[in-house]
């Protein structure tokens, strides 16, 4: 099996989808999002693949010179070509080098002017890999909302009425059911993160270089996207689950996707109980409880009575309240939680995260600027009752 072949078939694929969500209106977006998933994995272990025989010594192309790679040490083709130079190590070592300000060698700068007179992005996949990977870790959440990485405005289609199947009379008309779809509209924000580095950040290894620069600019931006998804309000900003309810503008409604505990009472059983049956048929197969650490301990914790029910539950270092596992973040609000199906959260990536440099802004403080960004946006899919609401009076 060629697996640098595969690899530029999967990329190309990637490509080829990227296209048909765009263009088509049609599309069968769970379809399409599936298949990038298994690219994904199928890539992921591919790419294992590749490594380990490059450590065994396998073979390279014929004609071709094994160089070493300046970031991890193992040997690799010196063909770096427009379809493969955003994956090979010369580009990702001539982008960190340019960071740093660091000269080039003569295969760097052939890569670094191979991708700068193409349209891939400006990160190398490793380092941009490394960068989701991490932004997964900060906030997990993310994992379970819909992501997709589409430039430009993008439409997603979303269920709005789903009326049931019917009893069929035998040699009666058959009526089509008033099945409608709704959408999600999603633009861009900019999300940027400036980080002030010493001039020793120059000098800096590779690799300590890169685990530096992904460890603060992808944790700012990730932090910032989790609080969007769960507080943003849509206007003139990210939106969230706090946008999700079934009422006006996304509104949640008091006995109907919300329960409001008083502001001198405790949260009780029955509470979570008539919560939980809130929550709208299905979602509950994947539903999350998101909260605050203090408001689980002091509100959900006190609950827990296992001669009595399994109400609440810790299991594998994992809290559970009703079967459901509860998240915890500080970015809902204190005496406040949500349940839901956070694959209803949709976003995109407009533009994915960059980073620049300017050794001039810093001139008086003798340092380096790095500049993190991207173009995001996210919406809920809301008034399905995928999300329901527990809420705290103030007065």
């Known amino acids: 099996m060629n697996i640098e072949k595969r690899l530029a078939e999967i990329k ?20 399409l999002e599936k298949e990038l998933r298994d690219l994904a994995d199928e ?6 693949r590749l490594a380990i025989e490059r450590m065994l010594g396998g073979s390279t192309p014929s004609g071709a010179t094994p160089i070493n790679n300046p970031v991890s040490g193992e040997q690799r083709s010196a063909e770096v070509t427009v379809d493969n130079v955003a994956a090979s190590p010369e580009y ?9 300000g660091k000269p080039l060698t003569d295969a760097e700068q052939r890569a670094y002017s191979t991708a700068a007179n193409s349209a891939l992005p ?17 906030a997990p959440i993310l994992e379970r909302c819909r992501i997709f990485h589409v430039p430009g405005n993008f439409k997603f289609a979303v269920e709005n009425v789903n009326d049931d ?16 779809l709704g959408s999600v509209s999603l633009t861009g924000y900019e999300i940027v993160k400036l980080v ?11 690799s300590a270089f890169e685990s530096y620069i992904v460890e603060v600019i992808a944790e700012a931006i990730a932090r910032k996207i989790e609080y969007y998804i769960f507080a943003g309000t849509g206007s003139n900003q ?26 001198s009472a405790s949260l009780t059983e029955q509470n979570v109980i008539d919560l939980y049956g809130m929550l709208g048929n299905g979602y509950e197969r994947n539903a999350v409880w998101a909260m605050r650490k203090a408001t689980f301990f002091s509100s959900f914790y006190p609950l827990m009575n296992k001669s009595k029910n399994n109400l609440v539950e810790f299991a594998n270092g994992k809290y559970y309240i009703m079967g459901a596992e509860v998240y915890f973040t500080g970015s809902v609000k204190a005496n406040e939680a949500y349940l839901g199906d956070f694959s209803y959260i949709l ?29 995001f946006d996210s919406k809920p899919a809301a008034g399905l009752g995928a999300f329901v609401h527990l809420a705290k009076a103030t007065a």
């Open 196 to 206: 002030k580095a010493s001039r020793a950040s120059s000098a800096m290894a590779l």
């Open 347 to 375: 976003g995109n990536y407009s533009q994915d995260i960059t980073v620049v440099k300017s050794e001039h802004s810093g001139l008086a403080t003798n340092s380096i600027d790095y500049l993190g960004s991207c173009v």
């Open 12 to 31: 190309a694929r990637r490509a080829e989808i990227r296209s048909t969500i765009s263009g088509d209106a049609n599309a069968d977006l769970d379809a």
């Open 165 to 180: 199947a019917a009893i069929h009379t035998e040699n009666a008309a058959i009526t089509a059911a008033s099945d409608s």
């Open 238 to 263: 990210p939106g969230g689950v706090a946008t999700a309810g079934k009422g006006t503008n996304g509104a949640y409604t008091n006995g109907t996707d919300q329960i409001t505990v008083a502001v």
């Open 92 to 100: 990702r070592s001539a982008w960190l080098k340019t960071l740093q």
């Open 43 to 48: 890539e992921s272990k591919l790419e294992k």
């Open 122 to 138: 400006i990160i190398p996949e490793a380092t941009a890999n490394q960068i989701i990977k991490k932004m997964h870790e900060v």
